[in-house]
């Protein structure tokens, strides 16, 4: 009598599967919500003064968040579209120099690694973080080609240094009230959490 051969422990049960479309429509459903917040938070944001938005970086507040909770294909393109959206409809950023094209290389990055890293099953915090790092590169790799071609000559250290220095108020709240909101929506939604292996501490 020949032994069965057990099951292959990569085959998704009935449950997940059945799931899969759920999760799916709360990501567009997070994706407009969030994609929406983006666009209004920097208007809430500059009208409390001027300068008030490059300090609390208002736009990615959301992106970061939706790409910790929905998958990575929806959070980018929300990432790539907001910066320009909100240019279209409200006038910042701007498109001359060319902030918009490099917010939006940024915040695509910053959904992407967000996004990548949790599914992974990186603890929140640390997909934060990852996620702050690679948008970083990325907005300097396309400050260097997309905004150097378009004529914005503004230097690597004014970009990378100086700006962090003046947006440490946005990059706190990006790695605390972010997470922490996540964390909530997370353990506060009937379907839990995307990803199925979640960790939350760092």
Request: glycine share 8%; hydrophobic share 55%.
């Amino acid at each position: 009598m020949k032994p069965t051969s057990p099951l292959p422990e990569a085959v998704e049960t009935p449950e997940a599967t059945d799931r899969e479309p759920l999760f799916e429509a709360r990501d567009v459903a997070l994706g407009g919500l969030f994609g929406a917040l983006a666009i209004v938070l920097p208007v809430v944001f500059h009208a409390l003064g001027p300068g008030v938005g490059p300090v609390f970086l208002p736009m990615y507040l959301p992106i970061l968040a939706l790409g910790l909770l929905v998958s990575w294909r929806t959070s980018v393109l929300v990432g790539l579209l907001a910066p320009l959206l909100s240019s279209v409809l409200t006038g910042m950023p701007p498109m001359a120099p060319p902030i918009a094209l490099l917010m939006s290389a940024e915040l695509a990055a910053l959904a992407a690694a967000a996004g990548l890293a949790r599914s992974a099953g990186v603890p929140l915090w640390v997909s934060c973080v990852l996620a702050l790092v690679a948008s970083r590169v990325v907005g300097t790799l396309a400050l260097l080609t997309i905004g150097h071609a378009l004529g914005y000559n503004q230097s690597i250290w004014q970009y990378a240094v100086l700006s962090l220095a003046l947006a440490w108020p946005g990059l706190v709240l990006q790695l605390t009230v972010v997470p922490a909101t996540v964390c909530a929506l997370e353990k506060t939604s009937l379907l839990g959490s995307r990803w199925r292996k979640v960790t939350y501490g760092a």
